[in-house]
Each structure stands twice: as C-alpha cells, then as structure tokens.
C-alpha cells in the first residue's frame, strides 16, 4: 500500500513529495490496476513546476521568469508549496505525469525551466489517472487530539497515506534505536511535509528522549514517511512522531482513471486560495470545439458538514450577461439539498451526460452552505506568492440570492467581481467528453416561447430531447394558430417547411429567410409590421 522511499534533494519540494505519496498510496490502498507500470510512480518535478506554471499559456503564478536565471535568485523549486496548491493543479488535470516523463534529476529541473514555449498537458506530458476528491481535515493541536486520531487511523486503512506537516527541528532522537520525532518547542509551526502512513498507541514515550522534559506525556506515535531517502537510523526512510506534535494541513487524496478525451473547463488555476460570504457561485465557459457532454463537476467545499444545490444551465451562442439564461426554468441539471462530510475538493459524476453543442456557452452554479463558518464558497484570488492569478470579466459571478432569498433568477442577482476592487473567480470546474452531434436540442436556448417549444417538441418521434437532422426534414407543416406564441425563435431550423400558420397568435417579428422551401404562410391577426 506504499511505494518505494523518494528522496527530495537537492531541492525543496517535500510537500510535493508528499502530495504525489498520498495519491500513489491511494491507488495501492483501491487496488487499482490501470497504470501499466508495476507500481505507481509519479514525477514530483511536474508538479513543483506546474503548480506555478500554466502548461497552455505558459503563464507565471508568481510573476518570476526561469529557474536559475539573474533575475530570480530563488529558484521554483524552492520555493515550497503546501497541500491546496498541490490540489490546484491536480484539479485542474496538469497533473499527475508518470516519473519516467520527467525523472527527478537536476538536468531535468532547469531543462523544463528553460522551456518557456506553452504546450498543452496532454501532449507535453499524458497524464495516468486523475484527482477524485480530497478531504482537508485542517490541524492536530492539543484540543482535538483525541477526536482526531480515530479519524486520521480510519484514513490511513481506507483511503491510504495521509499528507500532514510538522516542524522539523531538534526534536528527533534514536538514542533508543527507532529514530524517533518530538519537539514541543514549536507549537503552532510546520516547516516540513511528509506523510502518516501508520500508528502504535503503545510506542513508549521514552523513546523520544533521554531528556525527561523532552518527552510527550503519554505513549503513542505516528509512523511517518519520509523524503529524505534512507537515511541516517531512520527505519528504510521511516521514523515515528509522537501522536503530541503538533501537524498541519492533514489531507487525504483519492484518485480515478482517467477516461479517455476528457476536457476539463475551469478559471481558477491556481485553486482554492480564499473564500467568500457569497452563498451562490457561477462560472460561465463555452464549448469552442466540438459537441462535447458535461459529465462531472468539480468544486470545493470550505468547512466540514457542508450543503449545497448544483445547477446546469445552456446559455446559447450569444455572449451571456450572466450565468442565468431568459427561461431560469430550463436547467440542463438540477440537484438541491446535496451534503459534504468533509472540507475540501469533490467532483460530482452526473446521472446522465450532459450535451452541449459547439459554440455554445453553458454555466455551472453551486449554492453553498457551511453551518459553522460563514463563508461557504471557495475562490481563487491574489495570495502570498502566487501573485498573478489571470481573472477576467465575464467568467465568474456570485450571488447572495434573490430579494426574498430565493434562487437569483436573474443576472441583476449577480456581481461580476471583476467590476469590483476585489476580483476574483469561482471554484468551479466541469469535465466534458466528445458527443456525437445528436441535433437541435429542445430548450429554451433553441426554441425561447415556451408555447412553441411544446409544440416543437412533438415531432421529437425518438424521445431523446433532440430534432436530428431526419427528424427536421421531416417537418414540413407547421400550424400553431392560437397558441399563445409570442416569438417563433427556432423556426429557421425548420429548412424543409412548406407550410406554415402562426396566424392569431403575439408575434411582433417573424424572420423566415433560412425557411427556402417555404409556399404559404397565414401570419394573421399578429403584431407584424410592414
């Protein structure tokens, strides 16, 4: 359930070391299988670069040019990192890469530094699985030792490694043969990223020291591994922490095949760096190539026990205003009242693939709420040393609801927080595949009056909420006298109608120049003008 020891040196990138551990561990603990290698082993030396680093744009996070060069005395790969970073650019599918795409050597490091020209992940380096879910469990302190140690030991037997850090200091001692770890003179710092990979409640507190006043006060160790190789009288690369250090950043990473032609859309890069009072959260993309399907949301949650609703929205070809399409009823998706035990990054696996066609924007929103901490949504924003988040307008939106508290039916609902003095996008991703071109999907999108989206709908002889391209040559009569209609947005789809009747219906515009095979029309008792 562990792979071999990993030594870091000669740089600093143990988070990192940990970080890909705890996926490899994860894949062991499953009993995966669909890595050809015999074990897993992925390259620390992507992600140390990558986390800082835009493979398509080629863009900085951190606004320094190359490792090595006169302008930045401080090399990348020194500069740490932590668990959340490590999780953005998971999320995001950079990475996982396998080790023998980019070995971890010195010549390799300045060799990527040095290539500046943006490429693709897929193609600069295929990835071999992808990110789940992760559960951010926070820190280990005197006040919730107890409760923590049953959930950490429940983590490690069924999800694998856990990533913790702690400080690194004076406190380490082999004077009783088991390199042993305590320091209680740094209670609230960490400086070093490794992983918890077991525990003995009965390792004897004597073991941390000679010294009487160095010791924990009662028996109990994690058993730690390492990023140091095998070194020293550590035991293959492992040493025990007494279960009273203090540990931050415990987070547990699970992981999925990657399946094939999977795209993920997202505008936070650089992951859940803040978090916002906003309850409802919305980011808007747009399907560029071709008819693709929406079959996962990925999105993070703030605090433990967290509810939250998801929506899907097709907006259409024209450049949204905002997240909400005219027809707020018209969701793609719908599901309310869905519950999160643990902080942290989740995807979602829809019930069905969701069908978008090419060129059009389609929106994804989250309602979040989190009972003990007020603020529920997750965004990407300037912070510390990632200093150059790319955060344009028109991509994010958040709401705190409509007047009465209800959903924010309509963009006047919604802050566009790049018009604000505090920009910054939405935690929000969503995962496509390729589609066959199924046609004209039956929506308000396509067919804006409701009253002849019903009638519409009914030369849909399959069911499947699309007019293919059989099934529109097949319309070539169109009556809807009396219904009510307002607009016949739609009908040019229609490019084999020969008869046409929209006569006592509202409509002020009638547009039938893509209607060709048009021989009678009855537009009476309308609104038209001449």
């Not at 020969?498 to 006569?503: V, Y």
Request: glycine share 8%; proline share 5%; charged share 20%.
């Amino acid at each position: 359930r562990l792979p071999a020891i990993r030594n870091q040196s000669p740089y600093g990138t143990c988070w990192a070391h940990a970080s890909i551990g705890a996926m490899e561990s994860n894949y062991l603990t499953q009993k995966l299988s669909f890595i050809s290698e015999e074990e897993p082993n992925f390259s620390e030396l992507h992600m140390a670069w990558f986390v800082y680093r835009d493979p398509a744009t080629g863009h900085s996070f951190i606004g320094k040019p190359n490792f090595g060069s006169e302008s930045n005395p401080h090399p990348t790969f020194d500069i740490g990192g932590n668990a959340s970073r490590s999780i953005a650019y998971l999320s995001r599918m950079t990475g996982p890469v396998g080790e023998s795409k980019l070995p971890y050597t010195t010549e390799n490091a300045i060799a990527i530094s040095e290539d500046t020209t943006p490429k693709k992940p897929e193609d600069y380096f295929p990835l071999s699985l992808r990110l789940k879910e992760t559960y951010s469990l926070g820190n280990v302190n005197d006040n919730n030792r107890e409760a923590m140690k049953p959930v950490i030991k429940r983590m490690i037997m069924n999800k694998g490694g856990v990533q913790i850090s702690y400080y690194a200091g004076d406190g380490a001692s082999s004077a009783t043969g088991s390199l042993s770890y305590f320091d209680n003179t740094h209670e609230t710092s960490t400086n070093h990223a490794v992983m918890a990979v077991g525990w003995d409640d009965n390792y004897s507190r004597e073991k941390f020291s000679t010294n009487e006043s160095e010791r924990p006060k009662s028996n109990g160790a994690w058993l730690v591994r390492n990023s140091w190789g095998t070194y020293g009288n550590s035991e293959g690369g492992y040493f025990w922490m007494s279960y009273e250090q203090y540990i931050a950043g415990v987070t547990v990473y699970t992981v999925k095949e990657l399946e094939e032609d999977t795209t993920c859309y997202y505008h936070d890069a650089l992951g859940h760096t803040s978090s916002t009072s906003y309850a409802y959260a919305a980011n808007v993309f747009k399907i560029e190539g071709d008819n693709e399907g929406i079959k996962e949301v990925g999105f993070f949650t703030t605090d433990h026990n967290a509810t939250y609703d998801l929506y899907i929205f097709d907006l259409g070809t024209d450049e949204p205003s905002g997240p909400i399409p005219s027809n707020m009823y018209d969701y793609r998706y719908k599901s309310e009242n869905n519950t999160v035990t643990y902080a942290g990054y989740h995807t979602k696996t829809l019930p069905e693939i969701i069908p978008i066609s090419k060129g059009h924007y389609f929106s994804v929103i989250t309602k979040m709420a989190t009972p003990n901490y007020g603020f529920p949504s997750a965004i990407e924003m300037k912070a510390g040393t990632y200093a150059s988040p790319d955060i344009n307008a028109g991509e994010s939106w958040f709401s705190s609801g409509a007047s009465q508290g209800g959903f924010p039916s309509a963009n006047t609902y919604w802050v566009d927080m790049t018009t604000t003095s505090t920009p910054y996008n939405a935690c929000l991703k969503a995962f496509t595949v390729k589609i066959a071109d199924k046609g004209i999907a039956l929506s308000s999108v396509n067919f804006p009056d409701a009253n002849f989206l019903v009638y519409v709908k009914t030369f849909d002889t399959d069911n499947d909420g699309y007019l293919s391209t059989a099934e529109i040559a097949a319309v070539t009569a169109i009556n809807v006298s009396g219904k009510e209609i307002l607009t016949l947005a739609g009908i040019e789809y229609f490019t084999a109608l020969q008869t046409l009747n929209c006569s006592n219906n509202s409509i002020s515009e009638l547009d039938l120049s893509s209607n060709t095979a048009l021989t009678s029309v009855d537009c009476s008792n309308n609104q038209l003008t001449y």
